[in-house]
Each structure stands twice: as structure tokens, then as C-alpha cells.
Nanobody
Framework: VQLQAFGGGLVQAGGSLRLSCKAS????????ISWYRQALGKEREVVAA???????NYADSVKGRFTISRDNAKKTVYLEMNSLKSVDTAIYYC???????????WGQGTLVTVSS
């Protein structure tokens, strides 16, 4: 299974982007989906996460601005990002946990740059 993340790019502060992360190969379940980000010189941090059937959780820094969602039929995870700030500049990584076979998958990362 491979996860391919795309949708990153350069956007002005206050703008929006939608990241997508599509799984290819035989994935049995997308039980837990999440997005992480890593800014230059900083550690990777979780931005949003959602367990299947449960309410999503967000980092305080993105609450009210970011929305995580999924389309199981398309094996795709999304991150809608609004009101972007320069501090949101980072490489964003998607993560999917398949509880059926207990495997954790990472996407390759997509760069989001927010200009002020």
C-alpha cells in the first residue's frame, strides 16, 4: 500500500488549500486517519486525526480553520485548510492506520507555503 499526498503549494495568508491523500493497493480499512506537519527546524506534529465513526480531533493551532475528512470508497483522505497563516508553512504528511492487519502507512509529504 502506498499513500500519495498532493494539493500543496504556495498560497497567500488568508487563503485556502485542500490536501488529498490517496491510498493505492490493497488497504483493508482506514480506521484512523491523520495529518501531520513538519516545519523547518521543528519536530513533526499532529494537525488532525479521526478514528472511523468518531469525532475528529485538531491541534489547537488549527481548530476552526482545518477540517479532516475521508472518502472510504475512493480510499482518500482530505485536509481542508482555510484562513491559512504563515505559521502553517510546513510539509504535510498523511497517515492511515489499517487496524485489520495492524499496519501504519505514511504519505510522502506535500509542501504548503503560506506567504504573508
Amino acid at each position: 500500500v502506498q499513500l500519495q499526498a498532493f494539493g500543496g503549494g504556495l498560497v497567500q495568508a488568508g487563503g485556502s488549500l485542500r490536501l488529498s491523500c490517496k491510498a493505492s493497493g490493497r488497504i483493508f480499512s482506514m480506521d484512523t486517519i491523520s495529518w501531520y506537519r513538519q516545519a523547518l527546524g521543528k519536530e513533526r506534529e499532529v494537525v488532525a486525526a479521526a478514528v472511523s465513526g468518531g469525532a475528529p480531533n485538531y491541534a489547537d493551532s488549527v481548530k476552526g480553520r482545518f477540517t479532516i475528512s475521508r472518502d472510504n470508497a475512493k480510499k482518500t483522505v482530505y485536509l481542508e485548510m482555510n484562513s491559512l497563516k504563515s505559521v502553517d508553512t510546513a510539509i504535510y504528511y498523511c497517515n492511515v492506520y489499517d487496524r485489520v492487519i495492524r499496519r501504519n502507512y505514511w504519505g510522502q509529504g506535500t509542501l504548503v507555503t503560506v506567504s504573508s
